[in-house]
């Protein structure tokens, strides 16, 4: 068996070396018989949320209870255009899947009210020129990773979410905030704040509501964030859209928390992390037994990974860690490789030039190495708390087509089609193994996770923007090492692969 050992060469050597593997490269292996894919008329998804018409497939099952709800990249967090109140009132709401409550920025927030208009993006809700406003209670309180909250009361109220009306959700209404954007989480109504912080039963959020006035057949969606430079993506709820993968969905179940019956975060086990460099060689950075719990969260901007791990990373690809920042240089988007995250045997390939974030210092101007090379944000991170809060983010995200089935437990995964505008929506029905297209990884590995500061009611949001403001760019730059702003070296990998 050939065992795949790492080295990394000088630029130099890379380059005499290279000359040689591409003349050695592998005759690429072609299956033989038919493609696979059966090709069919595409239905254009139209970008106007309010107006969609995406026929139904004729030899397919209707896919009628679906709810597709387009998601604006506005520096790279995912909002959703939604309707609040009788007569409607626009809102847009930051998209979420690791948190469980829905709540909106009001006219009566002083936060608001701040002649700097912080609030005018996200929109504030008025509750006094809604007919249908109902009153519920006056401690809702939800508070962030990155510390930021917002408290008030709790509402009913009728939202207009891509072509469904929901009636009668119970959201919090901002009355003290520090946060500028309203957020519709969208996880189990079990990890929503009133159940951990005031011990309350939980009630039913956005998606419970869906299923039961029939919008959608079960407690499922699907997220396509897209490209990190596109300006949109999807949620599609009840459904999968099967033009915006490659493959099928692989299944893994959802970890459970030590003790408890059920999941409420969507958290799932990563089994390892490797590299494939771009004559299609690859190598692993973990070791066979490795396995760690990862919260799949669309608010959370970046990756994070546990240090050592992420050292090894950071060594292959030349990234440093520096002013509690991750940072590259922007070349490495350049490089046609991937960073392959792998769930019990599927692999999610991260092409590097996803995980290459502009950055700009506190004028907003790009940052240079000394030598002038210009750096970017890397898109992973370390974590170092040793109870396991990793968070696959963003920049995971963007490179994955996940589905979140609440009531089976399980996450379905592929690989992305970036910037695809076709559209072939298939329905999620009920009952097990709903998820169409989907196969479960034949050994999944699960884990119990104990964490005590587990992100479960307190989503990371980092904005990318702001992740630099508060440092001095140039003492981050002056704190680099010359050589990697020189050779950016190590990420010219090569592999020898030893007997
Ligand atoms: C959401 O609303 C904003 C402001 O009206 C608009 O600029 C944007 O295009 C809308 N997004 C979508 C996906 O319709
Ligand atoms: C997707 O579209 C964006 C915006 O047009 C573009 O910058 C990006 O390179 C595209 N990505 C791919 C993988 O084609
Ligand atoms: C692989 O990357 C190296 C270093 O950037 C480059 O010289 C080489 O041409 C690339 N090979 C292929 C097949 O793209
Ligand atoms: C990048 O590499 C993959 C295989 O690793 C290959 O299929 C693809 O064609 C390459 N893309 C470019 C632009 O060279």
Request: charged share 20%; with cysteine; proline share 5%.
């Amino acid at each position: 068996m050939k065992v795949p050992v790492p080295v990394v060469y000088s630029v130099l050597f890379v380059a005499s070396i290279l000359a040689r593997s591409v003349q050695a490269e592998p005759q690429l292996v072609v299956p033989d018989g038919p493609p696979k894919v059966v090709s069919f008329p595409f239905t254009k998804v139209n970008k106007n949320p309010y107006n969609i018409p995406y026929r139904n497939r004729r030899f397919r099952k209707r896919a009628d209870k679906t709810i597709l709800q387009i998601l604006d990249n506005a520096d790279y967090l995912y909002y959703a255009n939604i309707t609040i109140g009788t007569p409607p009132q626009n809102l847009r709401l930051h998209i979420d899947t690791g948190s469980s409550d829905l709540w909106v920025e009001s006219t009566e927030s002083t936060f608001c009210q701040d002649s700097s208009n912080p609030c005018e993006r996200t929109g504030t809700y008025d509750r006094s020129s809604s007919s249908s406003y109902e009153y519920v209670s006056s401690d809702f309180r939800i508070t962030y990773a990155d510390k930021e909250f917002s408290h008030g009361d709790y509402a009913k109220e009728t939202f207009g979410v891509g072509d469904a009306k929901v009636t009668g959700l119970q959201f919090g209404i901002g009355l003290e905030t520090t946060s500028s954007e309203g957020i519709m989480g969208i996880g189990y109504d079990t990890n929503e704040v009133q159940v951990d912080w005031l011990g309350k039963d939980p009630y039913p959020n956005l998606i419970d509501l869906m299923v039961e006035q029939g919008h959608i057949q079960s407690r499922a969606y699907s997220l396509w964030l897209n490209d990190l430079d596109a300006d949109t993506g999807e949620v599609l709820f009840g459904g999968i859209d099967t033009a915006k993968y490659k493959g099928k969905l692989h299944t893994i179940p959802i970890d459970t928390r030590k003790g408890k019956s059920s999941p409420s975060e969507f958290m799932v086990t990563l089994t390892g992390i490797g590299l494939t460099n771009n004559i299609s060689q690859t190598m692993s950075l973990t070791s066979s037994k490795f396995g760690i719990p990862v919260l799949l969260d669309s608010g959370t901007t970046y990756t994070y990974i546990p240090t050592s791990l992420y050292q090894n990373l950071a060594a292959e690809l030349g990234v440093q860690y520096v002013s509690r920042t991750s940072v590259v240089a922007c070349s490495l988007r350049d490089y046609n490789g991937t960073v392959d995250f792998d769930f019990s045997g599927f692999k999610i390939n991260v092409p590097f030039s996803e995980l290459v974030v502009d950055a700009f210092d506190i004028y907003g101007y790009p940052i240079t190495f000394d030598n002038g090379e210009q750096l970017c944000f890397f898109g992973v991170f370390p974590e170092s708390s040793s109870d396991g809060s990793y968070v696959l983010g963003d920049t995971f995200l963007r490179s994955a087509y996940v589905v979140y089935d609440l009531d089976n437990a399980e996450i379905s995964l592929a690989n992305v089609h970036f910037n695809v505008s076709e559209s072939d929506i298939m329905e999620i029905g009920s009952g097990k193994k709903a998820v169409p297209d989907a196969t479960g990884v034949e050994n999944p590995v699960t884990l119990e996770f104990t964490g005590t500061t587990l992100p479960h009611d307190t989503p990371a949001i980092t904005q990318t923007r702001n992740v630099q403001a508060t440092e001095n760019p140039s003492i981050a730059a002056a704190l680099l090492t010359p050589t990697v702003g020189g050779v950016i070296g190590a990420w010219l990998m090569m592999w020898s692969f030893l007997a």
